[in-house]
Antibody, heavy 120, light 107 residues
Framework: EVRLVESGGGLVQPGGSLRLSCVVS????????MDWVRQAPGKGLECVAR??????????EYDASVKDRFTISRDDSKNSLYLQMNSLKTEDTAVYYC???????????WGKGTTVTVSS | DIQLTQSPSFLSASVGDRVTITCRAS??????LAWYQQKSGRAPNLLIY???VLPIGVPSRFSGSGYGTEFTLTIGSLQPEDFATYYC?????????FGQGTRLEIK
């Protein structure tokens, strides 16, 4: 069974930092691009970061809203994806989903999400 | 960034109805379009990819079509479990972007 399990969410003050983790199982992690997609309360979906697969050199891509503040990384030996979030803003408050890219122009497996709240 | 606009944003329908949701892209995206269903408090679920392909396990009452800038998601006969929010997503270029969502509610 393919599974993605996120952790690391919580309450943090504006300007603070948080590191999200996602442990995957049930597939060959290094074969897939992986994404972090967030959803602010009552809002739509936003892909904030992508880690390309081993074949594509683990290239990282970011949405403009988080570039230079967030860093995506992965450890294929631990089947783990990470999102280091620095200089957090209140508008970063959201549920953050770890997502597998199907490699066929879609996101086919989603974790349950972890909630990040940025508030003083 | 490629913008996606869904219409309508809200739809009220009855069990058994046939409904269609439209997604328009700000520039051509070939067939690099996916559709997702999201129920309240849960993660999205992939319904369609490459504009018209159903993943294994998705009921055949769901169908998708389109090319370039205009796409549709059709539900052939609404079932109670279909009342949810639907999102389109483009994969033509990064950042991959989503439409704003269509909320489908029971009439």
């Amino acid at each position: 069974e393919v599974r993605l399990v996120e952790s690391g969410g919580g309450l943090v003050q504006p300007g603070g930092s948080l590191r999200l983790s996602c442990v995957v199982s049930g597939f060959t992690f290094s074969d897939h691009h992986m994404d972090w997609v967030r959803q602010a309360p009552g809002k739509g979906l936003e892909c904030v970061a992508r880690s390309k697969n081993k074949r594509d050199g683990y290239i990282a891509e970011y949405d403009a809203s988080v570039k230079d503040r967030f860093t995506i990384s992965r450890d294929d030996s631990k089947n783990s994806l990470y999102l280091q979030m620095n200089s957090l803003k209140t508008e970063d408050t959201a549920v953050y989903y770890c997502v597998r890219d199907s490699m066929q122009y879609s996101m086919d497996v989603w974790g349950k999400g972890t909630t990040v709240t940025v508030s003083s | 960034d490629i913008q996606l606009t869904q219409s309508p944003s809200f739809l009220s329908a009855s069990v058994g109805d046939r409904v269609t949701i439209t997604c328009r892209a700000s520039q051509g995206i070939n067939t690099y379009l996916a559709w997702y269903q999201q129920k309240s408090g849960r993660a999205p679920n992939l319904l369609i990819y490459k504009a018209s392909v159903l993943p294994i396990g998705v009921p055949s009452r769901f169908s998708g079509s389109g090319y370039g800038t205009e796409f549709t998601l059709t539900i052939g006969s609404l079932q109670p479990e279909d009342f949810a929010t639907y999102y389109c997503q483009q994969f033509k270029s990064y950042p991959v972007t989503f439409g704003q969502g269509t909320r489908l509610e029971i009439k």
